[in-house]
C-alpha cells in the first residue's frame, strides 16, 4: 500500500483520511555527516522510519523539504544551513493544511486545536534506547556520524556508506561542563565526524531500528 501522500490521486488521499486520520512528517537536514555518510543521512533516515510505522499503522507521509535547521554546522561548505524560520513557516502551513482536510493525529511535533501529536527526536531516541547494542557509551557511539549513525546508515542504506572513508574522531573532553559555552562545531572536528565509526556494522544497525521501532509501536498503541 502506497503511504506517502505525494504519490497519491488527491481521492485516494482524501479517503485514506477518512479511514485513518494520521499523519506522519519527516523532517532532516542536509548537512556535512562525515566523510562516510550521505550529506542527507537525518532525513533518508527519518524517511525509512516513517515508512516503517506507516507499513505498520496505516498512517500517511507528509510531503516535506529536503533541508533543516543546520547552523552548527554551517561552517562547513557542504551543509545547507536552511533558516529556521523556514522551516517553522513551512511546517506551519503544513500542519494547517493537514488539519484542514481532516488530519487528527501528527507524529511530529507538539501541537494545540485538539490536535494528538508527538514528536521523535531520532538520534536522541536511539540513545534512550540503544541498551547495550554499541561497543560505547555516550559521544563515542552517539556523537555525529558516529558508531550509532554509521550502523544505522549501514543497515537501511548500505549503498550509501563509503566504507574506504569511515574514520574516528575522538570527543574533546569538556571539563566545565556547568559553564554554558559557545563553539564552532569545526573547532570539534576536522571533517563533520565525533565518535567512532570504525565499530559501526549493519547488525548493530538492525538492533537499533527494531528496538527503537518497537518502541515507537508501542507508544503508538498504548498511549497516543
Given amino acids: 500500500m502506497e503511504n506517502y501522500i505525494r504519490k497519491m490521486s488527491g481521492k485516494k488521499y482524501l479517503a485514506r483520511l477518512a479511514e485513518n486520520p494520521t499523519v506522519i512528517i519527516p523532517t532532516g537536514a542536509c548537512e556535512?555527516?562525515?566523510?562516510?555518510?550521505?550529506?542527507?543521512?537525518?532525513?533518508?533516515?527519518?524517511?525509512?522510519?516513517?515508512?516503517?510505522?506507516?507499513?505498520?499503522?496505516?498512517?500517511?507521509?507528509?510531503?516535506?523539504?529536503?533541508?533543516g535547521e543546520s547552523s552548527a554546522l554551517q561552517a562547513f561548505p557542504c551543509t545547507f544551513p536552511m533558516?529556521?524560520?523556514?522551516?517553522?513557516?513551512?511546517?506551519?502551513?503544513?500542519?494547517?493544511?493537514?488539519?484542514?482536510?481532516?488530519?487528527?493525529?501528527?507524529?511530529?511535533?507538539?501541537?494545540?486545536?485538539?490536535?494528538?501529536?508527538c514528536q521523535i527526536d531520532w538520534w536522541r531516541f536511539t540513545q534512550s534506547n540503544c541498551g547495550e547494542i554499541f561497543d560505547y557509551k555516550g559521544?563515542?557511539?552517539?556523537?555525529?556520524?558516529?558508531?550509532?549513525?554509521?550502523?544505522?546508515?549501514?543497515?537501511?542504506?548500505?549503498?550509501?556508506?563509503?566504507?574506504?572513508?569511515?574514520?574516528?574522531?575522538?570527543?574533546?573532553?569538556?571539563?566545565y561542563?556547568?559553564?554554558?559555552?559557545?563553539?564552532?562545531?569545526t573547532e570539534k572536528t576536522p571533517n563533520g565526524s565525533i565518535g567512532d565509526s570504525t565499530v559501526a556494522t549493519i547488525e548493530k544497525g538492525k538492533a537499533i531500528v527494531e528496538a527503537c521501532v518497537d518502541r515507537i509501536m508501542d507508544y503508538l498503541k498504548n498511549a497516543f
Fill in 32 to 67: 556535512v555527516y562525515g566523510p562516510q555518510l550521505p550529506m542527507g543521512t537525518d532525513l533518508l533516515v527519518a524517511q525509512k522510519i516513517a515508512e516503517i510505522i506507516a507499513d505498520k499503522t496505516g498512517a500517511v507521509i507528509a510531503p516535506t523539504i529536503e533541508a
Fill in 83 to 117: 533558516p529556521r524560520k523556514i522551516l517553522e513557516d513551512y511546517l506551519e502551513f503544513l500542519v494547517s493544511k493537514l488539519i484542514k482536510d481532516g488530519v487528527s493525529y501528527i507524529i511530529k511535533k507538539h501541537l494545540d486545536d485538539g490536535i494528538k501529536a
Fill in 139 to 175: 559521544p563515542m557511539a552517539h556523537g555525529h556520524a558516529s558508531e550509532c549513525g554509521t550502523s544505522v546508515m549501514m543497515y537501511l542504506y548500505p549503498e550509501l556508506v563509503d566504507h574506504d572513508e569511515i574514520t574516528c574522531v575522538k570527543n574533546i573532553p569538556n571539563n
Fill in 177 to 185: 561542563p556547568d559553564v554554558l559555552q559557545y563553539s564552532h562545531f
